[in-house]
């Protein structure tokens, strides 16, 4: 892998910071983790993905010149296929979600404001449009234009399936962050603040820790 | 009971848990339907009375009204999860299903399907900013490269890297590239020998 | 995919869940306690057009609620298996009860009935809390203990939630053994191929 | 061409190349494809194994997967046959050939550019030079050519053509006596090992294929005892080098190898010593089992040995530790007394963790029971599969499987000696003996394959010269043939031929003999097996056939 994952990528995001291959791989990896233990979509990493699926597309250029029957050849093809194996896991996970939970997706991606908080790329946006609509256009053909006016719309505040929130979720703590605001689900006022040491790993609600997630300070195992 | 037809459709589903898909009954559906006007029809005269000002028929149209909701529901519900397996075989067979379970979907089903698979290639396509990736190959964490597997039915030539092309017959053993032939080891041509 | 990929955090039903379609049939007596026109054939014993106020019927949970939440067209109570007597039978020994025969969507069902319960939603809302609690650890025992043919024996005094935290366990169980025997990576033809096949094959035998 | 030296001419020269593995039904062909392929995936070496029964499935195989490769390795069948001849393959296309079938065609051994033979002759092996079987033409065609131009008489082409003729006759000869007789050469399984040995990738497992591949050889009677013993000898010692290591310093579930004195019974470990002893050749036709005084003298001898009775005829399992752990020994100071001399062998066995212990002999006879499953849901390649999947150590189950299928094809053949010899249907023919299977007969499915018609055969004939008041039937050779009730077609049957007991070497001219009987009646036959004693046959044929042979041999 040297030479190849040694590479500096040019950074693709606004600050414009460099990370090689192999940083870009394992924070890759970590997307994927937290993306098949959350309960919701994450943020999209559409660039981590692109660039490296790009990597590995160099890779197998790179190979077809090589020697056959090199064993290094054998070595980099498993890589090449594991990294690939990783990318295509995540985006499966991630497309299950975006199909599941389609409409409510579509309605927070409308209703964001800020940019890098988007949990659907470009793509997936299309990709959960055309599911939406395609779902309700059959129920449409089947059902909703035979039933009576009243009931004709599908009322997707009503039956559009959301994420559960309050799912219990195993969490490691990257970054200190003191004074995590734990707030009771039973309503009943006895809300908790929590110091977050680094390296404690936490079983907890989803819901108050999710910014956390977002801003990178925790992971989910 | 009011609902009775439209809970059949549901316990149908229930019953075939395993994935399986059951002809789509349209009789049923049908039925829900007409008990659907028949209810509306029924409140609507009650509401007209309503509105007039006597409210003894209001606990009547409202009891229909919750029966209206509840059969739509079921409807809706006996379609999504139909849908559900539907696309489930999409990652199992590819895109193209085996007739015997096309013959068990109806028409707008087949529609929904043939869009699904387009919209589904056009997001594949689109990845790694252009150059696409198959989603569904790759559904194990790699272990080998190659894999030693048997051939369960006659499948005819399969290609495997560049240009290479294979026989697929019956009962003979090959040993390939891991990447090329997962999909047939799902669908169940090809065997991984342990 | 769906056996690969998406991990569901916990159980929570929609709109469309088929579960909670068939929790919410399951009856609740009721009683009507303002007349109701035109929908006497409910009661099939009165023989009248109309329900008068005061008619006792078991209707379908989905259908108490909505009678219920609106004006209090019916008031309710609970379903015997809900009520006192078995309430104790469940607290004396939650894990030897037959919560299948209960109901079968024990859990589901409760959560339906407590805005239905009145002063008695508390108690049932600690029943169904307790109930779990007590029978979880033997669920989880079995589901990762029990021979494949002694399993489906279990199975039947569960109620489904538990059904499909046994099958959850159990699956983790096969699926821990088979990387113990290095032998996770194998790939098989998928289950749904599978049946598919096999129904083919008796179709033609 | 013959090669020797595997890893170069062979090996390192289809590295990284996709190669197809055409796989002779046969035990020591299977092992020895099991241990290529597992150097293979080691190599990352793509191929595709067809398993081959007949000529015809070495021609559909070829035709359908020969196009995509360009380096064919066959094993166990076509060294016998002129391949670039029969196959016509396209000119950058090369045959490894590692067959243990003999004689070997000369157009294969002279074919430099295209047929790589894998094999060392024995010492007693020769094969004709090739002056005495090939000559360039170009001349005599000429000389034909312009034969009108030039006076007839010309003495030297006169001279040249009677020199020719001479010539052709004596090609004539050598060939004849080339091919007269067909036997085997050492077992392409141990060639196999070989090589891994030499690419130091051998392991227990490799080694555990080696040796039932070895021992199929022996048991169905390939190789004499004495060339097993040599064989022995060196697969030993890799046995110590692979388990040298004191039990205690492995792990309780690594495979262990040992080399030691064996019965030969078959399978007892499985069975009750009694139906072991009554179903094996060797001591069957020594004690003449099938008789009611052969029953009365195995009662004497187990009495004598000490053991009772009921724990003969229980489960050897079953059986007191302490009988089992001296049965070799009681059976050993026997052995004189009951004209037992070689009950004991030299032999192998396996054993991994707390698993009961499988020997060689096991492993043989219940793979080939599997290879010949007469379960009618399987086609012949599902059981050369299953054959492949028992040879796996860790799948115990399709093994045991194989021990249950051996034990009832072992029955089924008792059953048809003793029918045999109570109706006295062993005749003889004048230069040979015969018998035959009678139509109907509900064991047929078990004899309508090759492996156990052989298996009926020997066992047959041992068991006839032990009875045979004439001394002459130990130098007669059997044919035996079988109705071919696994056949679609009706009406034929299968003809198996077997020297004598006389003869010290497993030499078998009924290849040659057969193809000449069944040219000269123009009999319905099918030589497709390449096992040539066993050929398939028109039951109306049947009689002149046999008529023909009668007077070929006599």
Redesign the interface.
């Known amino acids: 892998m040297s030479d190849t994952e040694e590479d500096v990528i040019e950074g693709s995001d606004d600050e414009g910071e460099a990370m090689t291959a192999s940083e870009v791989l394992k924070k890759l990896e970590e997307a994927w983790i937290t993306e098949?233990?959350?309960?919701t979509l994450e943020c999209h990493q559409s660039e981590l993905?692109?660039c490296m699926?790009?990597q590995i597309?160099q890779m197998t250029e790179n190979l077809k010149r090589c020697k056959?029957?090199d064993f290094r050849l054998?070595i980099h093809?498993?890589e090449i296929?594991?990294i690939?194996?990783v990318?295509?896991?995540y985006?499966?996970?991630r497309?299950?979600?975006i199909?599941r939970f389609s409409h409510y997706l579509l309605e927070k991606e409308a209703n964001m404001t800020d940019e890098t908080m988007a949990a659907l790329s470009p793509?997936?946006v299309?990709?959960a449009k055309?599911?939406a609509a395609?779902?309700e256009?059959?129920?449409q053909?089947?059902?909703l234009q035979?039933?009576?006016e009243?009931?004709r719309t599908f009322d997707s505040a009503?039956?559009?399936?959301?994420?559960?929130l309050?799912?219990?979720?195993f969490f490691k703590v990257k970054q200190e962050t003191p004074g995590v605001l734990i707030e009771d689900d039973t309503g009943e006022g006895r809300d908790e603040e929590l110091d977050l040491q680094e390296g404690s790993q936490h079983l907890m609600r989803?819901k108050p820790i999710s910014h956390l997630l977002h801003s990178g300070a925790v992971t989910l195992i | 009971m009011l609902g009775e037809k439209a809970l059949e459709l549901i316990k149908e589903l229930d019953r075939s848990k395993d994935g399986q898909l059951p002809t789509f009954n349209e009789d049923s559906i049908r039925m829900v339907l007409e008990e659907m006007t028949t209810l509306f029809e029924q409140n609507q005269r009650d509401v007209n009375a309503t509105v007039a000002g006597d409210v003894r028929f209001f606990s009547g149209v409202h009891l229909r009204h919750a029966a209206l909701e509840r059969n739509k529901r079921c409807l809706l519900a006996y379609l999504y999860n139909r849908l559900e397996r539907i696309k489930a075989m999409r990652w199992e067979f590819g895109s193209i299903l085996p007739a015997e379970i096309r013959a068990n979907i109806c028409e707008p089903e087949v529609q929904w399907f043939s869009r699904y698979n387009k919209n589904l290639a056009a997001y594949m396509r689109s990845l790694g900013e252009g150059t696409g990736l198959d989603l569904t190959q790759d559904t194990k964490p790699p272990k080998n490269l190659y894999v030693e597997v048997r051939c369960l039915k006659d499948y005819g030539e399969f290609e495997i890297e560049e240009g290479d092309i294979v026989v697929l017959q019956k009962n003979t053993t090959h040993y390939l590239p891991m990447s090329h032939c997962q999909h047939l080891i799902r669908q169940g041509i090809l065997e991984h020998v342990e | 995919m769906n056996q690969h990929s998406l991990h569901y955090p916990s159980y929570f039903p929609s709109y469309f869940s088929i579960n909670d379609i068939l929790a919410t049939n399951e009856r609740v007596p009721c009683k009507f306690e303002k007349a109701a026109y035109g929908v006497g054939y409910l009661d099939p014993s009165s023989g009248s057009k109309d329900l008068e106020a005061g008619t006792k019927l078991e209707l379908p949970c989905w259908l108490a609620r909505a009678l219920y939440s609106r004006r209090r067209i019916v008031s309710c109570q609970l379903p015997k298996t809900f009520k006192e007597r078995y309430r104790e039978i469940l607290k004396a020994e939650a894990s030897l009860v037959d919560l299948h025969m209960f109901s079968p969507h024990f859990y589901e069902f409760g959560q339906h009935l407590l805005p239905l319960a009145g002063p008695e939603a508390p108690i049932l809302g600690t029943l169904l809390v307790e109930t779990l609690r007590e029978r979880l650890r033997s669920i989880m025992d079995t589901s990762l203990n029990s021979l494949e043919d002694e399993a489906s024996s279990h199975t039947t005094k569960l109620d489904e939630l538990e059904r499909s935290l046994f099958r959850t366990g159990r699956k983790t169980f096969h699926d821990h053994r088979l990387w113990l025997s290095r032998r996770a990576h194998i790939v098989t033809t998928s289950p749904m191929v599978e049946q598919h096949n096999k129904r083919k094959f008796s179709e033609i035998s | 061409m013959f090669i020797t030296d595997l890893r170069k001419q062979f090996y390192n020269l289809i590295t990284g190349k996709r190669i197809l593995l055409l796989v002779h039904f046969d035990v020591d062909g299977i092992c020895a494809s099991k241990i290529l392929q597992s150097l293979f995936r080691t190599d990352h070496i793509l191929y595709t194994v067809v398993p081959i029964q007949t000529r015809t499935d070495l021609i559909n195989a070829f035709q359908q997967h020969a196009e995509q490769v360009k380096h064919i390795v066959l094993i166990n069948c076509g060294g016998c046959i002129d391949l670039v001849d029969l196959l016509q393959p396209s000119d950058d296309l090369v045959f490894f050939v590692a067959d243990n079938h003999r004689p070997l065609d000369i157009c294969n051994i002279y074919n430099a550019e295209q047929i790589r033979i894998m094999t060392k002759l024995g010492d007693e092996e020769e094969v004709p030079a090739f002056d005495d079987v090939f000559r360039e033409d170009e001349s005599e065609e000429e000389s034909d050519e312009e034969g009108g131009k030039r006076p007839r008489f010309d003495e030297e082409a006169l001279e040249k053509r009677r020199e020719r003729r001479h010539w052709e006759q004596q090609r004539h000869k050598i060939i004849f006596d080339y091919t007269q007789f067909s036997y085997y050469g050492s077992s392409t399984a141990t060639l196999m090992f070989d090589l891994a040995w030499k690419l130091s990738k051998d392991s227990n497992e490799l080694l555990w294929w080696a040796i039932v591949g070895e021992t199929e050889q022996l048991i169905s009677e390939q190789t004499e005892p004495d060339k097993y013993l040599l064989v022995t000898a060196t697969l030993q010692n890799h046995v110590s080098r692979l388990n040298h290591k004191a039990q205690d310093e492995q792990p309780l579930d690594c495979l262990r190898i040992t080399f030691e004195k064996e019965l030969q019974l078959a399978l007892y470990r499985h069975w009750s010593l009694v139906e072991s002893m009554r179903h094996s050749l060797y001591s069957a036709t020594t004690l003449r089992l099938w008789t009611l005084k052969g029953e009365k003298r195995l009662h004497e001898l187990l009495a004598e040995m000490g053991l009772p009775l009921a724990q003969c005829k229980q489960k050897y399992c079953g059986m007191d530790v302490s009988l089992r752990n001296e049965l070799q020994s009681l059976l050993e100071s026997k052995a004189e007394k009951y004209g037992l001399n070689n009950i004991l062998f030299a032999s192998f066995s396996i054993s991994q963790g707390f698993r009961s212990k499988f020997s060689a002999l096991d492993y043989v006879y219940a793979t080939s029971a599997l290879l010949e499953n007469t379960d009618k849901e399987k086609t012949a390649t599902d059981a050369f599969l299953d054959v492949t999947d028992s040879l796996t150590i860790s799948k115990l189950t399709v093994l045991e499987k194989g021990i249950e299928n051996s034990k009832q094809q072992l029955e089924a053949i008792y059953r048809q000696v003793q029918t045999f010899l109570d109706m006295n249907q062993v005749i003889s023919a004048g230069p040979f003996l015969y018998a035959t299977v009678i139509e109907g007969t509900p064991d047929a499915r078990f004899f309508a394959a090759p492996h156990c018609l052989s298996l009926l055969a020997r066992f047959t004939l041992k068991a006839h010269v032990a009875v045979s008041r004439s001394k002459k039937s130990r130098s007669l050779p059997l044919i035996i043939t079988t109705p071919d009730v696994r056949s679609s077609e009706s009406n034929i049957c299968l003809v198996c031929g077997i020297p004598p007991t006389s003869e010290e070497s497993p030499r078998n001219f009924f290849g040659k003999a057969f193809e000449q009987a069944a040219d000269k009646t123009g009999s319905k036959a099918e030589l497709e097996f390449f096992d040539t004693n066993i050929i398939r046959l028109s039951v109306d044929d049947r009689s002149k056939f046999f008529d023909a042979l009668i007077s070929l041999l006599s």
């Open positions: 098949r233990m959350s309960p993905v692109d699926l790009d597309n056959k029957h054998a093809k498993m296929d594991r690939r194996y990318i295509s896991s985006l499966r996970v497309l299950e979600k199909e793509h997936e299309a990709y055309d599911y395609n779902l256009s059959h129920f053909t089947l059902v035979h039933v009576p009243n009931l009503k039956m559009s399936i959301k994420p559960n309050d799912s219990y979720i989803y």
